[in-house]
Structures are given as structure tokens and as C-alpha cells.
């Protein structure tokens, strides 16, 4: 069985709010999720936050408001892309840049990692990074699922789970989840 290093997530619409962006203030959480982070952090899971937040680029929201935001949610690192969509970064989803960069940073073996989201975009990035990659339903993930068939077939999905809760709950039962000491 396989151990797992670490869990990136999305926010928005994976963790909570919904399929659009609801900026630090009026973001909410699943009431599940809490209880999901804490189950992993227990089991002393490093948990990463991977979210594009254009916003940023737009002026709405800093990074310091995302940053601050998703460490008091319990996450050990936030990964954000502020770009704007059409710039060009490395580090928007569904590049890579984000998931290498929290490789470097806490010396990761990606394949031993899991991405778990909503969008297309998501399982791209874990997809070319080598992770497992787990989309939920909830947010974007109905709608990933039916409009963006294309892109995911050729993306082996590990497992599409209803929610946050699923995905954590297969997790458990498919790897093996401690502590990397």
C-alpha cells in the first residue's frame, strides 16, 4: 500500500462555496470540511491549499487575504496563482507550477500525493504532475464531468467521489496515511 506524502486542495467548490469564486470573508465552508482537514491533520497528513484566484489580478482580493484565509482552515501551505487566465504563468492550473513549487519547498514525491478538486483543470495539473487525482462533485464537478468530457478522457481519474468527505473516506481505504517521519 502505498504512502501518502500529502493532500493539495482546491477551494472553491471542493472545500466550499460553490462552482464560482466567493471571495475571503464570504467564503464558507462545507460542514464537513472541518471535520475532514482535522482528520488529516491528526493523522499528520501535510495538507496544501492549490487554488487560481484571479480575483487577485483584478484587484478584488490580495494574497494575503487568500493566504490568511486558508491557514486559519488549518491547510500547512497555500499555493495561490493570482494571474490573470491569458497571461501565461507557470503556476496556473492546469500548468504544474503550484504542485512543483510544494514539491521543492517540502521535499514531495508528487507521485505519492493527491489532488483533490472540481474542475478539469485540477486533474490536468495532477495528471501531468503524477499525483492521484480524486474529482468531487461538488462545485464545478458535475459540470466538469459533462462539458469537459474531452479533456478528462484522457486523464485516468482515481476515483470521482460525491464530496470532500467521500474522497477522504476512499483515501483511507485505498493508501496508507501517516506521518512522513
Given amino acids: 500500500m502505498k504512502n501518502i506524502e500529502a493532500v493539495f486542495l482546491d477551494r472553491d467548490g471542493t472545500i466550499g462555496g460553490g462552482s464560482t469564486i466567493h471571495y475571503p470573508g464570504e467564503f464558507e465552508l462545507f460542514p464537513y470540511t472541518a471535520s475532514e482537514i482535522n482528520r488529516l491533520k491528526k493523522d499528520q497528513i501535510l495538507l496544501f491549499s492549490f487554488t487560481n484566484q ?3 489580478f483584478k484587484g478584488l482580493a490580495t494574497i494575503k487575504d487568500f493566504q490568511q484565509e486558508l491557514t486559519g482552515f488549518g491547510f500547512d501551505d ?6 490573470n487566465p491569458h497571461e501565461g504563468c507557470t503556476c496556473r492550473k492546469p500548468d504544474i507550477g503550484m504542485l512543483s513549487k510544494a514539491q521543492k519547498t517540502h521535499n514531495l514525491t508528487l507521485e505519492n500525493c493527491v489532488v483533490i478538486g472540481d474542475r478539469w483543470t485540477d486533474m490536468l495539473a495532477a495528471s501531468k504532475a503524477g499525483c492521484i487525482k ?3 462533485k461538488t462545485g464545478a464537478g458535475e459540470a466538469s464531468l459533462n462539458d ?7 486523464i485516468h481519474i482515481d476515483y470521482i467521489a460525491s464530496d470532500l468527505k467521500d474522497a477522504i473516506s476512499w483515501l483511507y481505504s485505498q493508501y496508507y496515511l501517516t506521518d512522513r517521519a
Fill in 54 to 56: 484571479p480575483g487577485i
Fill in 148 to 154: 469537459y468530457h474531452d479533456e478528462l478522457n484522457n
Fill in 134 to 136: 480524486i474529482l468531487v
Fill in 78 to 83: 497555500v499555493y495561490i496563482c493570482p494571474h
